[in-house]
C-alpha cells in the first residue's frame, strides 16, 4: 500500500510539473506574440528554475535577450543550447549567433558560424546568402561573388542576391555590371540601392 501510494505521489508530481512547464510556456509565447520580451525572459527563466533546460528554452531566451538589446547574454545562451542540441538543430543557433557577431561587427567570426550551417543545410540559398555577406563585409570581394553565384543557382527569384551582387561589381568599379543588378533588385525597399542607382546607373546609360 505504501508503495502504491508513493508511486501515486511521483505521477501527480510528474503531471503538475509537467503542466507547469507548459503553461508557463504557453504564457511565454503570447508575450513573444505582443513583443513583450522582457516578460516573456521572465517566463523561460522560471521554466529553467523547474529543472527543464532545453535547448530550445536557453535559445529562446537568447532570442529575448536579443530584442532587449542584450547580445552578448543572448549569446551566452546561445551558446548554452549548443551545448544540448543535436546535430540537426545546430543551425538555428549558428544562424542566431551569426547575426550577432554580424552587428557586433565581428564578420570573420560570423561566416566561420554560417558555414557550419552548411553541416545540415548544404544547398540553401539563404545561408549562402549569409555567407556572402559576411564575406563582402571583410571585404572579399570575389569570394563573395562567388558565394552569391552559388545562392543564385538555387533561387533566381532572391533580388537581395541581385542587390548584393551589384554592390561587390560597384566596388570593383564594373559599374555596368552592377547597375545591370541593381535595375533587377530595383524592388526592394532599399535607400542606398535608389541612392547608387540615381548618381550612376541613369549616366552610365
Sequence with gaps: MKKILILTFL????FSFAQSVKTLRQEAVKAINNNDFSTAKTYYEKILEKGHKTWET?????DCE??????D?????YEEGYKKAKVQDYATINIRTGTILMQQKKYEEAWMKFLKVEITRPNDP????LQAIALYRMEKYNEALFTLNQAEKYDT?????KYYKGLIFFKQNKIEEACENFELAKGLDIPDLK???????????
Design 11 to 14: 505521477i501527480v508530481s510528474l
Design 195 to 205: 541612392i547608387l542607382t540615381a548618381q550612376h546607373c541613369n549616366k552610365s546609360k
Design 157 to 161: 527569384s532572391d533580388l537581395e542576391i
Design 66 to 71: 536579443f530584442h532587449l538589446g542584450n547580445a
Design 73 to 77: 547574454k543572448a549569446l551566452v545562451y
Design 126 to 129: 539563404a545561408v549562402k546568402k
Design 58 to 62: 536557453y535559445v529562446l531566451l537568447g
